[in-house]
């Protein structure tokens, strides 16, 4: 059973503070173009200064969200693709789930939600990695023991991916 795709708040965050943005700056934009420097009325006696401090505002504001919100989606999207490429050229070792955590971080409706430990030993090596999964707001203690696929930057191991599932593991009641 695949768990829906979960809402991504940074990206809708990012298109939103990135809509309004552009939407400000081309009021301003368009105004200064075809607006009337002398029907503002304002707290200068010049209704030419005033209608240039409303046409700065609006585009200033405006292009200020644009680029904050630009930036958002961009390193969202960034964070995304370097996942996927994770999972397409990275190296694949599987590890076991040994516990899982209260992330203290994070208030939903009055509770933490759960993140679950990795623990892989290297053979190679013998040195044992530790890898952490996103968090989850369900029971996920039924998860100790399983195994699940990590996905490894061959040049960085902290930059990974974790194939973990939370709708495979059995519901307790």
Known sequence: MKTRQAFNVP????GLFSFNGALFASIGILLFIFGDENSVQGTFDDPKKN???LTGMFTVIGLLFFIVGMSVLVKE????LRLKALVDTGYRIYA??????PDKTITINGHHPNYVVCRYEDPNTLTT??????????????AIGMTVSIFLDPND???YNMDFDPASIAVKY
């Not at 076991?96 to 955590?101: R, V």
């Open 157 to 159: 191991h902290s930059v």
């Open 51 to 53: 209608f240039y401090m």
């Open 77 to 80: 999207i960034r964070r995304k």
């Open 96 to 101: 076991t789930i040994s516990e899982t955590y």
């Open 129 to 142: 990695e530790i890898f952490q999964s996103p968090s989850y707001d369900m029971d996920l203690s039924g």
């Open 11 to 14: 990206l809708f965050t990012g």
